[in-house]
C-alpha cells in the first residue's frame, strides 16, 4: 500500500458530488473554518470488522473495475482519506492498546506510520471516528490521561489491487447480483476450481486474482468436465500459472508426488485414510485394491504393515511406485496394474490362504465408491477351488468397501447392496462408518466385515462381468 502523508487534506465543499456526499463522513478540524472542511471519503466497501461488529465501508474499488475481463492490478487503486492522531512516541503502544476498535484496520495498511523524531501518527477507521466527539467515554479519557491532543488529522492513503481480499476484487468485477465464488481446493500448488456458466468470461481474471492472493499457488485450474468414469480423473483447463501439474503434497505427515491432471487425489479423505490406517496392526496385511497413489497402501506400510497395492490407472501405479521410494517402503509393498476383479482373483487369492492360516490381521480396501460394491462378487466362492478347503482357518479377511448412496437411510442402502453383492446377508454383521456429506443428498460410507468362510468357500461359478459405467461425484 502507498501511504502520502499530506498534512490536513482539505477539500473544496462545493466539488463534491452529491451520492458521494451521502455517502460520506465528514470532520471538523475544531480550529478550522468549516467551508474548506477536510474530507474522509467512506466509499461503499467491505471490510471484515475484526471486533466483530460487522461489515464496515472503507474501500471499494472504481466502479470502473465492473466487467473487467482482463485482470488490470493498477485499476484498482483509491485514494481514501482517514483521520489520524498525532501521538507522543512514549505513550503510543498505551494507546492502540485503547484505541483498538476505532484504528484503522485493513489488510496490509500499517496504522502507526513516522511524523517526525518524536511523534507518530495514529491511523483511525474513518467509518468509526468522523469528528472528535466520535470517541467514547474511554476513549476520550485514556487521550487525556495520555495528554494526547483531541485533535483530528488528515491523512491520505492510497489503497491497491494488492489490500483487497480475492473476493472483495471478484465482487467488483463480475456482474452485480451474481454468485462470487472464490472458493477452491488445493492439491500442492494446484488451486483447483469448479467455475459456473457465468463465471466463464471471467475465468482467466478468476484464476489470476486467486494466484495472487494464495501464496504458494502457482497454477490455477478449472474442471471442464466431470470426473471419467474409470479413473476417477477429471478433464482440466489452466486458467493461470505455469500449467506444471506435478504437485508435491502431505498427508498425515507422509509427502506424496503425483501428475494432478492424470490421476485421483481427494484431500478431503485424509481422515479417512488415517481412520483406516489407525485400524493396523504391525505385521498385518493389507490388500488395496483400488489404491489410486497410496494414501491408505504407503501409511499402512510405514506402520509395519505388508501391502499388495493395485490400480488399472497406469499413472497412478507409476505415482504409486514412486510414492513407494519416496516413502522408503518398497520392501513392504508390492504395487499391481490391473482390474479390481483381476486384482482380487490374482494376486490376492493367492495370497489369502496362507494368510489366513496365520494370526496376523487381513485388511481388504476398497475405495471406488461408485462401484466398488459391485466387485464384492469377486469374492464368492473365491477359495472354492483350494485344496485343502476344510484347512482350519484362524483368521479372516475383513474387507473395508466404500459406496456412495442417496437413499433416506443410507446405512441400510449400503448393507443391502453389499449383502446381494456379496450373495449373503451381512445385516447385523457389519459396521458403517458415514465418511462425507459429497452432494446434498449424497453420502459416502464405509461397510466393514468379515469376509466369511461361506462367502469364500462356496462353489460359485464366476460369471462374466460386464463394468457398468460410474456416475460422476
Ligand atoms: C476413488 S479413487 C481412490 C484412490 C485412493 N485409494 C484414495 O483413497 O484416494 C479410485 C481409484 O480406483 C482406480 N480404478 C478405477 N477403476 C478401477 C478398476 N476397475 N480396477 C482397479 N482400479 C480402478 C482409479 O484409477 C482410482 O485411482
Redesign the pocket.
Known sequence: CETRHVGEGFVDLTRINLSLFLHTRLYFLLEHVPLKAPVIAAHRATMSDPEGGGESSLYTPPPEVRGMISLDREAFSRTVTVPALRVQKEVLGKLVKSLKKVALHLPGVKRVLEDDDKHRLLLLDPTRVSSPSSFGETETQALEKLGVPLELHSHELRLTYGNLKADEVLRAVLPEGQDVTSGFSRVGHVAHLNLREHQLPYKNLIGQVIMDKNSGVTCVVNKTNTIDS????FQMEVLAGDGNMVVKVRENGLPYEFDFSR????PR?ST??ERVVGLLQPGDTVM??????????IPAAKRGCNVLA????P??HRWLSHNCRLNKVEHRLRVFN??????IRGPLREALPALMKGTAGIHI?M??????LE?LDAFQGLLGQEPDQNQSVSILPEVHC?GFSKEGDPSRDIVERASRSLGISLDGHCSIHMVRNVAPNKEMMCISFSLSKDVLFSNVIEAPKR?KC?EPE
Do not use: I
Not at 475405495?367 to 466398488?372: D, F, M
Open positions: 474409470t479413473f476417477r480423473t490421476v485421483y487425489w481427494n479423505l479417512e485414510h488395496d485394491v483400488f489404491a489410486g497413489v497410496g494414501p491408505f497402501a493395485n490400480d488399472l490407472n499413472e497412478s490391473m482390474d479390481g476383479r483381476a486384482f480396501v475405495n471406488l465408491p461408485a462401484l466398488a466387485f466404500y463394468q460410474e
